[in-house]
């Protein structure tokens, strides 16, 4: 079973950080914060 992963945080060493623990399991997918499934960017 895979699980989808949105990663989002206003900093982008967090971000970095959290791709980087989440490449260790196959079974998470990380989804690109401009892929298409995204509709708009969230507002601050």
Known sequence: M???ALII???RPA????KKLL???PEI???PAKHKTVKRP???
């Open 2 to 4: 895979t699980v989808k």
């Open 9 to 11: 945080d206003d900093e």
């Open 15 to 18: 971000r970095a950080e959290l």
């Open 23 to 25: 490449q260790d399991f």
């Open 29 to 31: 997918e990380i989804i």
């Open 42 to 44: 969230l507002k601050k």
